[in-house]
């Protein structure tokens, strides 16, 4: 389906639609990517398209059955140190989506590959103390209060507040966090550096809603995010876009009542490769998260008081040995690289999720991110 945007997007600004499909070429060919793409025109609930994908023959031969995790070693990318090709992968990924990606505008699309990229950047920075009860966070700027949870103090930049509490490199300190928190931190950071950029009104206003009181968990979802993919049509399981917020099930009833252990929330990074929140320079290949969370059965004890409790010491071990063993690594991968069940069932299920999330959009007169009152 790969990448779809509006002809005409209505608007209260002034908009020339012949110069959309020229803008839009010239992204590509800015990028080098013109020659693998058509460009084509599309409608869909009324409205006019240029739909962008990736060609045919070219996304069989490096993307087979949507598996984009080897984009980068396919096409010689270097995303690592160049951003420029960390564009590129997200784009081609992009224009590899089994459902379309739409765009109300030109910008909104530029923008979008843009927060993808800021969050990236972020979360290979993002190193935390894993906790899942306790949270702390740089008191020159933040405060907590009960009702408004953690907030910056007057006056102090929001991208800065978020890097500090994220990222060690600008606070020396780890800050403890759960990993679901985690996520919302980096994605409101990839937000709020591209707001400063192409909307400071509503990145004026979201400063102003985080001096008031955080928005998170369901409510950050149903205001910053967009799903796609679904149980009835589930994304292919290797299909991933750098950027992606995503959830691997624990499929394991017992050990999933650990607190904190039902599942993990990460970032696809791009090059095969996803967060590790609490060791930011090991980061989980697609492989090596499902030997974790594997695992995690074989590692949970009750401690004095009867509670469960989770050693990591000892997953940490299991999983050493494990990806010594080639073939206990496919028959671990066999078992856990089904799509997951519907969260009130465990029986033959996965730890794959069927969707992926990503931010809604942001430009002026096409944002569709509307802040509370309150």
Request: glycine share 4%; proline share 6%; aromatic share 12%.
């Amino acid at each position: 389906m790969g990448i779809w945007i509006n002809k005409s997007p209505g608007n209260t600004r002034q908009h020339n639609i012949q110069n959309e499909q020229p803008s839009v070429s010239a992204y590509f060919e800015e990028l080098g990517l013109a020659v693998y793409i058509n460009l084509s025109d599309a409608t869909n609930e009324g409205k006019q398209y240029f739909r962008a994908k990736l060609r045919d023959e070219l996304a069989r031969k490096w993307s087979p059955d949507h598996d984009t995790t080897q984009l980068t070693l396919k096409l010689n990318l270097d995303t690592q140190n160049n951003t420029l090709d960390l564009e590129r992968e997200i784009l081609l990924a992009m224009l590899l989506s089994p459902e379309p990606f739409r765009f109300p505008s030109h910008a909104e699309f530029v923008s979008a590959v843009r927060v993808r990229k800021h969050m990236v950047l972020a979360a290979r920075k993002t190193t935390l103390d894993f906790h899942t009860t306790e949270a702390e966070r740089p008191e020159d700027y933040w405060t907590y209060h009960e009702d408004t949870s953690f907030t910056i103090l007057p006056g102090k930049s929001l991208i800065t507040a978020l890097q500090k509490a994220t990222q060690p490199e600008e606070s020396g300190k780890l800050y403890s966090f759960s990993c679901y928190r985690a996520t919302e931190y980096v994605i409101l950071l990839g937000l709020a550096q591209e707001l400063h950029h192409c909307n400071p009104d509503l990145y004026a206003k979201l400063q102003a809603q985080w001096e008031r009181k955080a928005i998170k968990s369901g409510k950050f979802h149903e205001i910053f995010m967009i799903e796609y993919g679904s149980m009835a049509k589930p994304l292919p399981p290797k299909y991933y876009v750098p950027g992606d917020r995503l959830w691997f099930r624990n499929p394991d009833k017992d050990s999933s009542e650990v607190t904190g252990y039902e599942g993990s929330w990460v970032f696809y990074l791009g090059s095969g490769l996803f967060t590790n929140f609490w060791k930011a320079n090991a980061p989980y290949t697609l492989t090596s998260k499902c030997v974790e969370i594997y695992h995690w059965r074989h590692a949970t004890r009750r401690d004095q008081a009867g509670e469960l409790q989770m050693n990591e010491s000892i997953v940490e071990e299991l999983v050493s040995n494990t990806m010594q063993n080639p073939v206990e690594v496919n028959r671990i991968l066999m078992e856990m690289m089904k799509y997951r069940v519907p969260l009130e069932t465990y029986e033959n299920g996965g730890c794959i999720d069927t969707t992926r999330e990503y931010p809604r959009y942001i430009c002026p007169g096409t944002s569709d991110i509307v802040l509370p009152n309150n």
